[in-house]
């Protein structure tokens, strides 16, 4: 198979740096720990798979150099700064204002009274969470070609690289699922709720306020 091809000396490097990045605390697994409260181990896994499909986005606009656009132009890489930043944000009012009415999160995606969450609700927030990132941009752009030797397919790689990003990046993710899933009804608790809510969503408006304060890509 060709993906054989792409194991070279530098991968094991690549596997070591990239789950280390993995496993590190982030907007990613905040994100997957409060779907997977308010959803079930179904949204946490939808979530996990959804941010995981943007990383394939950043490979490929690495590859394709749209990257160096953005880093290029202040207005086009301050614009999706902005845009990420603001959805971070809204993500963090959305859930502190659950905190503060005091709601319950549902067991299963179901509140009492109220009907299912629906299933595109996770997918939408995962994927816009990543994709919208523009620091995923820029370390897609200076990360993935230290693994692309000269003379090899360089959209192929990337992607090929973001496959192997995906798959770990899964396996930590909803590691971390199963375990907040196994909590069970203790989730549902009102008290456990407004306290996850109230976290979850001031980290999420802290971590967009300084992404739209960032003055260069970092």
């Known amino acids: 198979m ?13 596997l070591v740096a990239i789950t280390l990045l993995t496993i590190s605390p982030g907007v990613d697994t905040l994100l997957v720990i409060r779907n997977t409260a308010r959803g079930g181990i179904r949204d946490g896994v939808t979530t ?51 905190a503060r009415k005091g ?14 969450v629906s299933r595109w609700q996770p997918v939408k927030e995962g994927f816009l969470s990543n994709v919208l990132n523009p620091k995923t941009v820029v370390f897609y752009m200076a990360f993935l070609p230290q693994f692309i030797a000269p003379g090899e397919p360089a959209l192929l790689k990337s992607l090929w690289l973001a496959g192997v990003h995906f798959i770990i990046a899964n396996i930590w993710q909803i590691g971390v699922v199963l375990m907040v899933g196994s909590a069970g009804k203790w989730l549902a608790s009102a008290r456990f709720a407004q306290t996850l809510n109230a976290a979850t969503g001031a980290v999420l408006v802290v971590f967009g306020i300084r992404l739209a304060l960032t003055q260069r890509p970092v």
């Open 2 to 14: 060709m993906q054989l091809g792409f194991i070279d000396a530098q991968f094991i490097s690549f």
């Open 48 to 98: 996990s798979l959804a941010i995981c499909c943007g990383l394939f986005v950043h490979a490929t606009i690495s590859a394709l150099g749209i990257s160096l656009i953005l880093l290029q132009s202040a207005w086009a890489f301050h614009m999706l700064k902005l845009v990420g930043a603001g959805y971070l944000i809204w993500l963090g009012i959305t859930s502190l204002l659950a």
């Open 103 to 116: 709601q319950p999160l549902p067991v299963n995606g179901v509140l009492e009274g109220t009907s299912a």
